[in-house]
Antibody, heavy 117, light 107 residues
């Protein structure tokens, strides 16, 4: 079955960096677009970034453009999110998501990022 | 960006009730809409995609309809495990967006 396991979350000071990873298994990783979605404490879902199956195109929500970079290593079945210049408002659970054109099929369990001094 | 507005934001209902949640898009998105259910402390789970296609394994009491700018999710007979928060999502164009959520609670 599909498994998506995020790691790399933690507490970080404002302005610092963090890299999230998502280890994928149970499907042909290199055939699927992948996404990061976040959820601030007690709030709704916010799509953050997407990357096509081959890494050729990347998309971001406006609030993270220029600060976050999504990438993937298809040889390692791993998705990444490099987060720089972190702000308090980036505090959230970050979910790794397998997507097709019309749905987000499978979600990881999430990793918590807390930006605080 | 395409804005999605769900109504109501909060819904109180009883087991056995029929409930409907509406999602309105700020511009036409054809049928590129999905619905998710999220329970406390858990990741969201896909219920419906392409506006009306039930995800495999989802009970048939769930149904979706609509196209263009107005969509609905209907639960025909609420079960205890259905009390959760529901989100709509548009995948018509980037940035992908979600509705603000509808919290369904037991009356």
């Amino acid at each position: 079955q599909v498994q998506l396991v995020e790691s790399g979350g933690g507490v970080v000071q404002p302005g610092r960096s963090l890299r999230l990873s998502c280890a994928a298994s149970g499907f042909t990783f290199s055939s699927y677009g992948m996404h990061w979605v976040r959820q601030a404490p007690g709030k709704g879902l916010e799509w953050v970034a997407a990357i096509l199956y081959d890494g050729s195109n990347k998309y971001y929500t406006d609030s993270v453009k220029g600060r976050f970079t999504i990438s993937r290593d298809n040889s390692k079945n791993t998705l990444y999110l490099q987060m720089n210049s972190l702000r308090a408002e980036d505090t959230a659970i970050y979910y790794c998501v397998q997507g097709t054109g019309d749905k987000f099929d499978n979600w990881g369990q999430g990793t918590l990022v807390t930006v605080s001094s | 960006d395409i804005q999605l507005t769900q109504s109501p934001s909060f819904l109180s209902a009883s087991v056995g009730d029929r409930v409907t949640i509406t999602c309105r898009a700020s511009q036409g998105i054809t049928s590129s809409l999905a619905w998710y259910q999220q329970k406390p402390g858990k990741a969201p789970e896909l219920l419906v995609y392409a506006a009306s296609t039930l995800q495999s394994g989802v009970p048939s009491r769930f149904s979706g309809s609509g196209s263009g700018t107005e969509f609905t999710l209907t639960i025909s007979s609420l079960q205890p495990e259905d009390f959760a928060t529901y989100y709509c999502q548009q995948l018509n164009s980037y940035p992908i967006t979600f509705g603000q959520g509808t919290r369904l609670e037991i009356k």
